[in-house]
């Protein structure tokens, strides 16, 4: 396939990487970033767009993903599919669909877990909204970028699943490290705290998989002085964007709400910008009730 992949930046990169690798033809843009070996270098979006089967986008939001957009629709073929793999809010993804849509352009939605080290491996999840046409052309670009894709429903809902994920993500992280800090006064130990919570009913995968107690559980970024692994500011970006979502289509979620309010805490006043999101467990142990 004839591909152009648009922002490759720490996702893009080692995604378009792997592109190549399976023998495709990429023709990326990126505004800073610089083109990684094999990929075409094009001048503008729209000229990495133009006689491409398929378009990827990797971009930071919804503006510039909407702005992007809204100058390569019109250099795509008619069936073509313009694939959108960045985080952005669920109007913004709807808003391009539409646009394509008029254009005779099909569009994805298809946000990915896995973080830097996913798209590195090749092992990403893609969560896809779309039609079934849409989806079926882009499925067998997944498979070489990611493990897993689920057709999640019609364009947005990849961007649904994406943040309600990460909203139950955020809010156990944080209920993960407030039991252990919890612990802590109270003389518990934390390997034993982590050898009755990761085998009883408040396992989750922020315990079981990611534990924020460094030298208990499985290796994670709480061994490596916190360092990121999944930086408490993308945490943020999605938990805002849950928000977003659940103020548009009036859904009640108060402990998406708090875990947003305490990140921006975090990451704004706190000391949290580049660390990973485990780091809510060194928080939490310096402060006191009240
Ligand atoms: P990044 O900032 O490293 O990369 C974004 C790239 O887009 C940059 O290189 C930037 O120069 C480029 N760009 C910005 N505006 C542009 C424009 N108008 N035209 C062309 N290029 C433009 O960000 P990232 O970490 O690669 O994340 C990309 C997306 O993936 C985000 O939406 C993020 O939320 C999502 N995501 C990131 C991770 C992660 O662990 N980094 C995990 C899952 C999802």
New binding site residues.
């Given amino acids: 396939m004839k591909i152009g992949f ?8 080692p995604m378009a990487k792997n592109l190549v690798a399976a023998g495709h033809e990429v023709w990326g ?5 610089p083109m990684p070996e094999g990929v075409h270098g094009a001048i503008s ?1 729209a000229g990495a767009a133009k006689d491409a089967d398929v378009v990827i986008t ?4 919804g503006a ?1 993903l909407r ?2 957009a809204a100058e390569v629709i019109p250099a795509m073929k008619t069936g073509t599919v313009l694939c959108d ?4 809010d669920v109007e913004s993804a709807r808003a391009v669909a539409e646009e394509a849509a008029a254009a005779g352009v099909l569009a994805v939605d298809a ?6 080290g ?2 590195a491996a090749g092992t ?1 999840t893609f969560m896809a909204g779309g039609s079934d046409a849409a989806f079926a052309i882009v499925q067998p670009i997944f498979e070489i970028m990611g493990q897993k894709a689920v057709h999640c429903g019609a364009s947005g809902a990849g961007q649904a699943a ?1 943040i309600c994920n990460n909203m139950i993500l955020g809010v156990t992280m944080i209920a993960t490290c407030e039991a252990f800090a919890l612990a802590d006064k109270l003389g518990l130990d934390r390997q034993k705290m982590f050898d009755v919570v990761s085998t009883s009913s408040g396992y989750s995968w922020t315990m079981n998989a990611y534990c924020p107690a460094p030298g208990v559980g499985p290796k994670s970024p709480a061994d490596n002085d916190y360092k ?1 692994g ?2 408490a500011e ?1 945490m943020l ?2 938990l805002r964007l849950s928000q977003q979502a659940a103020e548009a289509a009036d859904a009640d979620t108060p402990m998406g709400k708090l875990a947003a309010l305490l990140y921006e805490t975090f990451v704004e006043s706190e000391g949290g910008k580049g660390m990973d999101f485990s780091a809510m467990l060194p928080r939490f142990e310096k402060r006191h009730r009240g």
């Fill in positions: 648009i922002g490759l930046g720490n996702m893009g990169a843009h990126d505004l800073h970033a979006a990797m971009l930071p939001n510039i702005a992007v793999c960045s985080t952005v946000p990915v877990s896995g973080g830097v996913g798209a990403l994406k990121p999944f930086a993308l970006k999605d």
